[in-house]
């Protein structure tokens, strides 16, 4: 998997306190989060994640759409 850097220079960044999810967090929580955001770009059609993949990262999607497709038992693919 490859990671981009945040290549969109005239997007202004974005502070956790502008998500919604992150409303109401307490201070002190919030500055160890912040220490740990990185902004990063994928290109078009690249997979973020497979199944079966160990991952510890969490996504937030500032622009764009995100696909999740999970392969069925009988060989199909559903899209969540």
Known sequence: ???????????APLNA????????FPEESMKTLIACLKPISFENEAFICEKDQSNDEIYFIR??????????????????
Not at 17 to 24: A, L, P, V
């Open 1 to 11: 998997r490859q990671y981009y850097p945040d290549r969109k220079k005239n997007l």
């Open 17 to 24: 306190e502008d998500f919604e999810f992150f409303k109401g």
């Open 63 to 80: 622009k764009g759409e995100v696909n999740i497709l999970l392969p069925t038992q009988n060989g199909q693919t559903m899209h969540l």
